[in-house]
């Protein structure tokens, strides 16, 4: 099992960059594929990007692509999400989430762990 803390969201102006850290607990992180979710008021959870044990598998939703990037760092047990060209479409919680697999998904009902969340308000 892992304890998932996400952390770098606040207040950015339409347009601006955000970079979110998830740190994990535990000494077996590598072993997890890893995730990244938005969830806005009164919508469902939605797919974010992803990235395997290994991090050359990556994937994203097409809304983010060549925006965002996700990226790990299994020496400090951390998952980022590097978000540029902030829309205001994009304001919601933003979750990380990990699964017991060499790849994950995009349906969130297939993760194992998930953070509290963290917090992205883009304002124009």
């Known amino acids: 099992q892992v304890q998932l803390v996400e952390s770098g969201g606040g207040l950015v102006q339409a347009g601006g960059s955000l970079r979110l850290s998830c740190a994990a607990s535990g000494r077996t992180f590598s072993s997890y594929a890893m995730g990244w979710f938005l969830q806005a008021p009164g919508k469902e959870r939605e797919f974010v990007a ?9 994937f994203y939703a097409d809304s983010v692509k060549g925006r965002f990037t996700i990226s790990r760092d299994n020496a400090k047990n951390t998952v980022y999400l590097q978000m540029n060209s902030l829309q205001d ?3 919601a919680v933003y979750y990380c989430a990990g699964k017991t697999a060499k790849l994950g998904g995009t349906d969130y009902r297939v993760y194992d762990y998930w953070g509290q969340g963290t917090q992205v308000t883009v304002s124009s």
């Open 50 to 58: 992803g990235i395997g044990r290994s991090s050359v598998n990556t």
């Open 89 to 91: 479409e994009e304001t």
